[in-house]
């Protein structure tokens, strides 16, 4: 047998989220399947573009930049799912339709849209998608707000201009039972919605974890090696 390609990937991924929807009583229109393309070449992107994938998550600047300039024009949809450095916010705003990263209020400060000086108008060029990130973990490094913290930064996104609050991200962290992780994220989301209505979405679930997200009502899977194959290493990206 020969390995499974890139298309029979996809179709296996996409069978089994319609697998765990089914199971869970929902509809697959209702996720939104972000295909995790970091350390993979542009023309990887090209063969995910003709399977009608268009949803794309970058996680490192520098790489992302360069992906959305090169494949500009191909009606991709960018999500940048990595941590986003203070210095490059609003490079990353520039190409990103959404991004799932938002762990603290110096970062909003720098994704929000700047107010015109002079009439106090929000500077047109519309709002970009947001999820904070919620941490799962005690370590600081894993990006994500604590859950203390938590509130107070949803408030400072809701009132930030040029930002639209989608929700909460999550990364199950390594070692616990993936479903609770998620139950807690939705728990988490339902008591944000006491200030935040419309931030009705949760960005979780992995290429190892999907179904279990799922079930716990994820609206936006993060899934890369399960559908692209392993990573490559760092180097040589410019295969195009
Ligand atoms: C790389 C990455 C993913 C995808 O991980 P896989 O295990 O390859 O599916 C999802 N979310 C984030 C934040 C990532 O950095």
């Known amino acids: 047998m020969s390995e499974p390609d890139l298309a029979q990937r996809l179709a296996n991924v996409r069978g089994g989220i319609a697998d765990a929807a089914r199971l869970a009583g929902r509809s697959v229109d209702d996720i939104t399947t972000v295909v995790v393309t970091k350390f993979q070449p542009v023309s990887l992107i090209r063969e995910l573009l003709e399977l009608g994938v268009r949803d794309l998550g970058e996680s490192r600047h ?3 930049q360069a992906k959305a300039a090169e494949l500009a024009g191909a009606g991709i949809r960018w999500h ?8 490059k916010a609003r490079q990353v705003r520039a190409y990103s339709s959404v991004i799932h990263s938002v762990d603290r209020e110096s970062l909003v400060t720098g994704l929000a ?3 015109a000086e002079h009439t106090g108008a929000v500077e047109a060029g519309a709002e970009v998608d947001c999820f904070v990130q919620v941490n799962l973990t005690e370590d600081p490094a894993r990006g994500g707000v604590s859950i203390p913290d938590l509130a107070p930064l949803v408030e400072r996104v809701l009132s930030a201009p040029g930002l639209r609050l989608l929700g909460l991200m999550a990364v199950a962290p390594l070692g616990a039972e993936p479903k609770r992780s998620f139950a807690l994220v939705s728990e988490l989301g339902a008591q944000m919605r006491g200030i935040a209505p419309d931030a009705r979405y949760l960005s979780m ?3 190892q974890d999907y179904a279990a997200a799922i079930a716990e009502g994820a609206t936006h899977l993060r899934i890369g090696t399960a559908i692209t194959g392993n990573r490559p290493a760092a180097v040589n990206l410019k295969t195009s």
């Not at 940048?80 to 210095?87: A, D, N, S």
């Open 205 to 207: 679930g992995m290429s």
């Open 80 to 87: 940048f799912v990595g941590q986003v450095q203070g210095k």
């Open 113 to 115: 849209t700047p107010v």
């Open 62 to 64: 520098q790489e992302a």
